[in-house]
């Protein structure tokens, strides 16, 4: 007598430059969010598979047609191959948990909560439904800074603050499901900041040679607002000679790009809050993503906060999980009526 299948249940945090998956079987993944195609048939014939994803696609770039299914918070909806990379992306993602057509769970008993940007779920959603069909058998999308949240159980009385690659997200919470007024997004987040990092190294060090690629991990180390620890420098060829760069200036007015607007929606949202209300958020803010890494950025928003009253802004250590994590917990815990049966 065959046993009734168990239900897998996943979170999903399908970022810009890394998408995340944790399983009610214990499986965590993470990957970057690329997805890539061999060019031609040489490239095929060297790298012996029809499509590469994740690091994998990143390190060789050169022989494929590489894509990014998410920019600035949104899915790409343009071409054939852009709505392929998502669903490849996912097919992997759940591949890696054990799903599969003829791996341990089958495709229709999983139960899929995918974190998104905020812009996303308002303009992708359907979007993301069909690229989601034959993959999972029921869907939730949630924004991405909500996950957060309900991972944190951070449900009442919060603000997060998710600094992403392409977008920065916002969400304050009211022990509900949040509504369109709770959240915001920004375009202005990590791959943004790397735009402006380049131009300004481009524009000191003419004769340099940077990309943004180098740019990126430069910022990964040395990011920071306020006051500079020490000199910030990068190694970069200046006529095929290596040289060391100074870039103190450079990464500090590039990281500095993000304060602003981030402090005037995260004072603009707090306005909204029922004024009795505003001291608990203002005091529970909390800070995640890769971008939230940035060194002094709890402190400058603190510091932002005392014209309101003060307040405190906590980051959240392993950002790597967290939204996965959280899309999971909810997966657990909502009702069958909150879930969108995707028939094939
Ligand atoms: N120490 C650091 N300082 C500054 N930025 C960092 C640091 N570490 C990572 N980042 C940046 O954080 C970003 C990635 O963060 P995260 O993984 O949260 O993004 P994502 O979820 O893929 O993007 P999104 O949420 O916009 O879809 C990248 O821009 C990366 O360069
Ligand atoms: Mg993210």
Same mark, same amino acid.
């Given at each position: 007598?065959?046993?009734?299948?168990?239900?897998?249940?996943?979170?999903?945090?399908?970022?810009?430059?890394?998408?995340?998956?944790?399983?009610?079987?214990?499986?965590?993944?993470?990957?970057?969010?690329?997805?890539?195609?061999?060019?031609?048939?040489?490239?095929?014939?060297?790298?012996?598979?029809?499509?590469?994803?994740?690091?994998?696609?990143?390190?060789?770039?050169?022989?494929?047609?590489?894509?990014?299914?998410?920019?600035?918070?949104?899915?790409?909806?343009?071409?054939?191959?852009?709505?392929?990379?998502?669903?490849?992306?996912?097919?992997?993602?759940?591949?890696?948990?054990?799903?599969?057509?003829?791996? *341990?769970?089958?495709?229709?008993?999983?139960?899929? $909560?995918? =974190? #998104? /940007?905020?812009?996303?779920?308002? @303009? &992708?959603?359907?979007?993301?439904?069909?690229?989601?069909?034959?993959?999972?058998?029921?869907?939730?999308?949630?924004?991405?800074?909500?996950?957060?949240?309900?991972?944190?159980?951070?449900?009442?009385?919060?603000?997060?603050?998710?600094?992403?690659?392409?977008?920065?997200?916002?969400?304050?919470?009211?022990?509900?499901?949040?509504?369109?007024?709770?959240?915001?997004?920004?375009?202005?987040?990590?791959?943004?900041?790397?735009?402006?990092?380049?131009?300004?190294?481009?524009?000191?060090?003419?004769?340099?040679?940077?990309?943004?690629?180098?740019?990126?991990?430069?910022?990964?180390?040395?990011?920071?607002?306020?006051?500079? *620890?020490?000199?910030?420098?990068?190694?970069?060829? $200046?006529? =095929? #000679? /290596?040289?060391?760069?100074?870039? @103190? &200036?450079?990464?500090?007015?590039?990281?500095?790009?993000?304060?602003?607007?981030?402090?005037?929606?995260?004072?603009?949202?707090?306005?909204?809050?029922?004024?009795?209300?505003?001291?608990?958020?203002?005091?529970?803010?909390?800070?995640?993503?890769?971008?939230?890494?940035?060194?002094?950025?709890?402190?400058?928003?603190?510091?932002?906060?005392?014209?309101?009253?003060?307040?405190?802004?906590?980051?959240?250590?392993?950002?790597?999980?967290?939204?996965?994590?959280?899309?999971?917990?909810?997966?657990?815990?909502?009702?069958?009526?909150?879930?969108?049966?995707?028939?094939?």
């Amino acid at each position: 007598m065959a046993s009734t299948p168990e239900i897998l249940h996943v979170g999903i945090d399908l970022g810009t430059s890394r998408s995340a998956i944790s399983a009610s079987n214990g499986e965590k993944f993470v990957v970057d969010s690329f997805v890539g195609w061999p060019v031609d048939m040489v490239a095929k014939k060297v790298l012996k598979r029809t499509v590469l994803i994740g690091h994998d696609a990143v390190a060789n770039r050169t022989m494929l047609d590489l894509h990014r299914p998410l920019e600035r918070g949104l899915l790409k909806e343009g071409s054939e191959k852009d709505v392929e990379a998502v669903r490849e992306l996912l097919r992997h993602l759940l591949g890696l948990v054990g799903v599969s057509t003829n791996g *341990k769970v089958d495709a229709s008993n999983v139960r899929a $909560v995918v =974190g #998104v /940007p905020a812009a996303a779920l308002r @303009t &992708n959603k359907q979007y993301l439904r069909n690229a989601m069909k034959g993959i999972v058998d029921s869907l939730m999308i949630v924004s991405e800074p909500f996950a957060v949240a309900y991972g944190l159980d951070a449900l009442l009385n919060t603000m997060i603050i998710d600094i992403g690659a392409g977008t920065s997200d916002f969400c304050v919470m009211k022990g509900r499901y949040p509504t369109e007024e709770d959240q915001r997004t920004l375009t202005i987040a990590g791959d943004s900041i790397d735009a402006h990092l380049l131009k300004l190294i481009e524009e000191r060090y003419p004769q340099a040679n940077v990309t943004v690629y180098m740019v990126r991990e430069w910022k990964e180390k040395f990011s920071f607002v306020g006051e500079p *620890k020490g000199r910030v420098t990068g190694t970069a060829p $200046v006529h =095929g #000679v /290596p040289t060391e760069l100074d870039i @103190t &200036n450079e990464m500090k007015a590039a990281c500095e790009t993000l304060l602003g607007p981030t402090i005037e929606t995260m004072l603009d949202l707090l306005s909204r809050v029922e004024p009795e209300f505003q001291e608990r958020v203002r005091n529970n803010i909390i800070l995640s993503g890769g971008g939230g890494l940035i060194r002094n950025l709890p402190q400058s928003l603190e510091t932002a906060l005392k014209q309101v009253g003060g307040g405190r802004v906590r980051y959240m250590e392993d950002p790597v999980f967290t939204g996965s994590d959280g899309g999971l917990a909810l997966a657990m815990d909502a009702p069958d009526t909150d879930w969108e049966k995707l028939s094939a």
